[in-house]
């Protein structure tokens, strides 16, 4: 953690200094993601899983509610918002979609990237 406090300044988390991370996001399905965020989430943070195990998985409840955090699933994705994707990433690389496994504050995404910082609006 000291380095993501590093990358993104530090904030209060149950158990002292953590990183300043409103949002964690699980796009592989990962054990660590959800270990590292009950562990180290700072207090009122929020984990997105977009992907998960096949494992059930149990959580600390009490200190979820003691850290005022948020565990929320996201498994919809519609073809609409697939493609919006897409086209936003081949726009800003220039060439085919793109990741990175590089994580850098929310603020500085668009100019990392080369990504607006919001969709373009849905055609109806």
Partial sequence: MARARKEF???RGLDGQTANVD???DAAGADSVLDDFLAHGKIGSRMVA???GRQSRSVDLLRMTYAQQELVGSGG???E???DVMAIWGRAAGTSP???RT???WSGLP????ARATPPPRST
């Fill in 50 to 52: 977009v992907a998960v």
């Fill in 98 to 100: 793109r990741s990175s």
């Fill in 23 to 25: 949002v964690w996001i």
């Fill in 81 to 83: 918002d697939v493609r």
């Fill in 77 to 79: 994705y519609f073809p």
């Fill in 9 to 11: 300044g530090a904030a």
């Fill in 103 to 105: 994580c850098s504050p």
């Fill in 111 to 114: 100019r990392r990237s080369g």
